[in-house]
């Protein structure tokens, strides 16, 4: 089983910066995928960076210049800098991993609130 504890969250104004962690532990071996999602009061959970164990990255166009993702590879952490905050940022996070080993399956953070707000 893999575990994974998120923090970094909190209140920020528009414009502003936030960088979130998720250190994962337990089962890590295979762990090949780390990423980001988010959801917002009734919206769907949308995913907003990845970076797989090779470094290669994607983002959501809505994030696209603003947001960066990495990862430190031995300590099995994924962190997403966010900057230039809008309102529409806020949202629950979720950390996510995926192992190569079993493809099919997403371990899921207990989600960090992240408000953007004046």
């Known amino acids: 089983q893999v575990q994974l504890q998120e923090s970094g969250g909190g209140l920020v104004q528009p414009g502003g910066s936030l960088r979130v962690s998720c250190a994962a532990s337990g089962s890590v071996y295979g762990v090949n995928t780390m990423g980001w999602s988010r959801q917002a009061p009734g919206k769907q959970r949308e995913l907003v960076a990845l970076i797989n164990s090779g470094g290669t990255t994607n983002y959501a166009d809505s994030v696209k210049g603003r947001f960066t993702i990495s990862r430190d590879l031995a300590k099995n952490t994924v962190y997403l800098q966010m900057n230039n905050l809008k309102p529409e940022d806020t949202a629950v996070y979720y950390c996510?991993?995926?192992?190569?080993?079993?493809?099919?399956?997403?371990?899921w953070g207990q989600g960090i609130q992240v408000t953007v707000s004046s």
């Open positions: 996510n991993v995926v192992k190569w080993i079993r493809p099919d399956y997403t371990y």
